[in-house]
T-cell receptor, first 113, second 115 residues
Framework: GENVEQHPSTLSVQEGDSAVIKCTYS??????FPWYKQELGKGPQLIID?????GEKKDQRIAVTLNKTAKHFSLHITETQPEDSAVYFC????????????FGTGTQLKVEL | ETGVTQTPRHLVMGMTNKKSLKCEQH?????MYWYKQSAKKPLELMFV???????ENNSVPSRFSPECPNSSHLFLHLHTLQPEDSALYLC??????????????FGPGTRLTVL
């Protein structure tokens, strides 16, 4: 089965700085890689995703990059703001795997004023 | 109501109690999921339903019993749970299970405490 590792587990940045969270996956058959943001008391919310036929995707201040050869993908948040503080989860889906998400262990991001 | 709703939001139960968690999605989706979220661990997929039929049981103990009466509603019946079952239980939905429908929409979760 798929295994996803996520680093770091906690990340503290100053407001305005960039934040990068990295994930690696084990199964080369994975083809879909979403990132979820979970705020306190809420369920995870999809913020950006990328498919295996694309190397990079950007949406305003957030971007995701995918290196299929190395089997890793990263979330980049630029110009961080206090409202970016949350837990971020990466995930992977195996091709033909029935849409089962395998999640990383999460990164607690804190944006300090 | 929009999106995915879950009730109750908090539940405290004894080990001998029977309780049920409810999930409802207002998105017109056909696939629904139960996940368990414990501290310091990845979200664990428990069950998957597609068009009311169970397509995945991820080796979940029988003290957890899912029910999906229609594509909009999903229940998780709980019976004789253990303290280690205390966690946040999340429901999610997606349009289907095909690769074109990978995005899953999550509810706010039920925080379960087993005494």
């Amino acid at each position: 089965g798929e295994n996803v590792e996520q680093h770091p587990s906690t990340l503290s940045v100053q407001e305005g700085d960039s934040a990068v969270i990295k994930c690696t996956y084990s199964d080369s058959a994975s083809n879909y890689f979403p990132w979820y943001k979970q705020e306190l008391g809420k369920g995870p919310q999809l913020i950006i995703d990328i498919r295996s036929n694309v190397g990079e995707k950007k949406d305003q201040r957030i971007a995701v990059t995918l290196n299929k050869t190395a089997k890793h993908f990263s979330l980049h948040i630029t110009e961080t703001q206090p409202e970016d503080s949350a837990v971020y989860f990466c995930a992977a889906v195996l091709t033909g795997g029935g849409n089962k998400l395998t999640f990383g262990t999460g990164t607690q991001l804190k944006v300090e004023l | 109501e929009t999106g995915v709703t879950q009730t109750p939001r908090h539940l405290v139960m004894g080990m001998t109690n029977k309780k049920s968690l409810k999930c409802e999605q207002h998105l017109g989706h056909n696939a629904m999921y139960w996940y368990k979220q414990s501290a310091k661990k990845p979200l664990e997929l428990m069950f998957v339903y597609n068009f009311k039929e169970q397509t995945e049981n991820n080796s979940v103990p029988s003290r957890f019993s899912p029910e999906c009466p229609n594509s909009s509603h999903l229940f998780l019946h709980l019976h004789t749970l253990q303290p280690e079952d205390s966690a946040l239980y999340l429901c999610a939905s997606s349009p289907g299970l095909a690769p074109a429908y990978n995005e899953q929409f999550f509810g706010p979760g039920t925080r379960l405490t087993v005494l």
